[in-house]
């Protein structure tokens, strides 16, 4: 006779996408981490999880009418949402009276994209312009090296029924959007971008498990900054569930792994939570790999004997070059012939001797002049190759997987062949470590029932309130 259990084992109940879904909607985002932390073999549905319970369509309803053809615009002019809205789409969850921040690239003398995000919305979605400003030398902060990414703001505003309105802010940047992000924010809580095709949460763990907001790029003034209502910043997150900290304690490095204190971090690392989205009817944008190849690090700066921890500082640069059409970031200051981008730009540097000879000798001493003088050389040159220019964006993931490769082996070497690390993808997947062979299926479901009941237990007692 068999037994039933081998037919329909615990486990099992999960691997029926409606009870899956249906569990995970009553479940917090750490909560819904947690749980993924525990088994790969659910991996397909926590994606299709991630597509529709994570809907950044319906998440935009709230400020526009077309979420598609808003996010088309995004792609045009390669506009990333940052702010509030980033932390409530992760969150799943709406809070009032907050505003829409996109982030744009456009010099003061040169701000077509500024100007036609913001048409746009007078245009086809209804709002009105409430306020606009110029930042002299970008100055959201005192902080020179932060502040000059921003050069400007407009705010536009949509009356609703019932006296309440919509606000969206257009933020100009005179860098890339995700150069002036990463630079302007003073909180890791953040740290969270949307692109036209992607969401990114660079610090998950402290973020959404941990729930704690850490000072970085050492700027905490504008977290004093009250709103109308004489609520900071710091404030309002407390409020949302919070913890507030200038840095963890050297005792409580739980969930902190995202920091990478030892190593570069990029946009496509198994540190950064990473949702696609749905892009059906979306015209596209720049393909996923310029964000997801783009570098920072993180450094903690310590007081000199001091007990305490110091904040955390972000080390970013953009890097350009006349073979990319795009512009990537990179974490080095100087030349790290260690890095990625610094192998990178050592092969384009030999490459572009080869593209250039394609020029006739009266046009590459035109160019090459150009190319002394002006900072902005390389966006001249578009429109103007010679026939058979090649730009190499497509082979920076290629390049990528094999600089990995060369890590492994140099480790390898390193390590006298002590520990196998030609694949490390099951041993450090970033964040979110996958336990699947180490917790007992029993386990899994226990702790997941566990979590729905204590849900569940929340929400009927916020009901009797």
């Given amino acids: 006779?068999?037994?039933?259990?081998?037919?329909?084992?615990?486990?099992?109940?999960?691997?029926?996408?409606?009870?899956?879904?249906?569990?995970?909607?009553?479940?917090?985002?750490?909560?819904?981490?947690?749980?993924?932390?525990?088994t790969?073999?659910?991996?397909?549905?926590?994606?299709?999880?991630?597509?529709?319970?994570?809907?950044?369509?319906?998440?935009?309803?709230?400020?526009?009418k077309d979420p598609v053809s808003f996010r088309s615009q995004l792609a045009t002019y390669d506009a990333l949402i940052s702010g509030s809205f980033a932390v409530q789409f992760f969150e799943r969850k709406i809070w009032e009276d907050s505003e829409l921040d996109v982030y744009v690239e456009g010099w003061i003398d040169d701000q077509d994209s500024f100007d036609a995000l913001g048409e746009?919305?007078?245009?086809?979605?209804?709002?009105?312009?409430?306020?606009?400003?110029?930042?002299?030398?970008?100055?959201?902060?005192?902080?020179?090296?932060?502040?000059?990414r921003i050069s400007g703001i407009k705010t536009y505003v949509r009356k609703l029924s019932g006296g309440k309105s919509t606000k969206i802010r257009i933020i100009c940047t005179t860098t890339t959007p995700l150069h002036a992000i990463i630079g302007v924010f003073g909180q890791t809580q953040m740290m969270n971008i949307i692109s036209w095709d992607f969401a990114y949460s660079l610090f998950p763990d402290m973020t959404f498990i941990k729930r704690a907001a850490y000072s970085i790029n050492g700027d905490e003034d504008?977290?004093?900054?009250?709103?109308?209502y004489g609520e900071t910043l710091a404030m309002k997150y407390q409020r949302l569930g919070w913890t507030w900290e200038k840095a963890p304690a050297k005792n409580d490095l739980k969930n902190t792994h995202s920091l990478q204190l030892t190593s570069?971090?990029?946009?496509?690392?198994?540190?950064?939570?990473?949702?696609?989205?749905?892009?059906?009817?979306?015209?596209?944008g720049k393909p996923r790999s310029v964000l997801q190849h783009s570098f920072f690090k993180v450094e903690q700066l310590v007081p000199y004997e001091s007990i305490e921890p110091g904040h955390f500082i972000i080390h970013v640069r953009t890097v350009k070059s006349r073979l990319l059409r795009?512009?990537?970031?990179?974490?080095?200051?100087?030349?790290?012939?260690?890095?990625?981008?610094?192998?990178?730009?050592?092969?384009?540097?030999?490459?572009?001797?080869?593209?250039?000879?394609?020029?006739?000798?009266e046009e590459q001493e035109t160019l090459f002049r150009k190319s002394r003088q002006h900072t902005k050389f390389k966006d001249q040159i578009f429109g103007i190759e010679p026939e058979g220019w090649r730009f190499f964006d497509d082979q920076i993931p290629v390049w990528y997987e094999e600089h990995c490769k060369r890590q492994r082996e140099r480790l390898r070497v390193e390590?006298?062949?002590?520990?196998?690390?030609?694949?490390?993808?099951?041993l450090t997947l970033g964040a979110f470590q996958v336990m699947d062979d180490l917790i007992p299926s029993y386990m899994i479901v226990g702790v997941i029932i566990y979590l729905f009941r204590q849900r569940g237990s929340q929400r009927r007692n916020e009901r009797n309130k």
């Fill in 326 to 361: 795009y512009t990537y970031t990179t974490s080095i200051h100087q030349h790290d012939r260690g890095s990625f981008w610094g192998s990178v730009e050592d092969i384009l540097d030999d490459l572009e001797h080869f593209e250039i000879s394609k020029f006739s000798e």
């Fill in 264 to 284: 570069n971090r990029h946009l496509g690392d198994p540190y950064t939570w990473i949702i696609p989205l749905d892009v059906g009817g979306i015209t596209p």
């Fill in 222 to 228: 504008d977290n004093s900054v009250a709103d109308i």
């Fill in 120 to 148: 746009y919305l007078v245009v086809n979605e209804g709002y009105t312009l409430q306020s606009a400003r110029t930042i002299a030398n970008g100055g959201l902060s005192s902080d020179q090296e932060r502040g000059w």
């Fill in 415 to 426: 390590n006298d062949e002590k520990f196998n690390v030609s694949d490390t993808s099951d």
């Fill in 1 to 38: 006779m068999t037994d039933i259990h081998s037919l329909v084992g615990w486990q099992n109940i999960f691997k029926c996408y409606p009870i899956f879904d249906n569990i995970c909607a009553y479940l917090e985002p750490n909560d819904i981490l947690l749980f993924q932390l525990t």
């Fill in 40 to 64: 790969k073999q659910l991996t397909p549905f926590f994606e299709t999880l991630f597509r529709t319970q994570w809907n950044i369509n319906r998440q935009l309803k709230r400020f526009v």
